[in-house]
C-alpha cells in the first residue's frame, strides 16, 4: 500500500530529512510540525536518499539504541536538537 504525502518545497524535504537523521528528534515532533506520521517519513527518506544511505538510517532508528520514539525515550533527553550539532544546510554540514 502506497501512503499519499503532500508535496513539499524542497526546503520543508531538507527540515524533514533532517529531524530524521537527528536522534534526538522523535517522529511524534516530525508529525506535529509536518503531518507526517512515521511510515511516511520512512516513505520521504526512501525516496530522497541514496539506498545505502536509507539503509543505514533505517538500521539505526530501529537498533535499540534510537530515540525516535517518546515511549522509548530516555527521560534525561529534554532536548530535541543536540547542542554540539552544527547547522546542516541542504543536507550538508556548513563549512563555517
Known amino acids: 500500500m502506497k501512503l499519499e504525502t503532500k508535496q513539499f ?3 520543508e524535504l531538507d527540515r524533514i530529512i533532517e529531524m ?10 516530525i508529525e ?3 503531518g ?3 511510515k511516511q517519513v520512512i516513505q520521504v527518506m ?7 544511505s536509507f539503509k543505514r538510517w533505517r538500521k539505526r ?6 530515540q525516535k520514539h517518546l ?3 530516555n527521560p534525561g533527553i529534554t532536548r530535541f536538537k ?3 550539532q552544527k547547522a546542516i544546510s541542504g543536507n550538508r554540514i556548513s563549512k563555517r
Open 9 to 11: 518545497t524542497e526546503r
Open 20 to 29: 530524521a537523521w537527528e536522534d534526538r528528534t522523535p517522529f511524534e515532533a
Open 32 to 34: 506535529f510540525q509536518f
Open 36 to 38: 507526517l506520521a512515521e
Open 46 to 52: 526512501r525516496g530522497n536518499l541514496k539506498e545505502s
Open 61 to 66: 532508528v530501529h537498533s535499540g539504541v534510537s
Open 71 to 73: 515511549k522509548k525515550r
Open 82 to 84: 543536540c547542542s554540539r
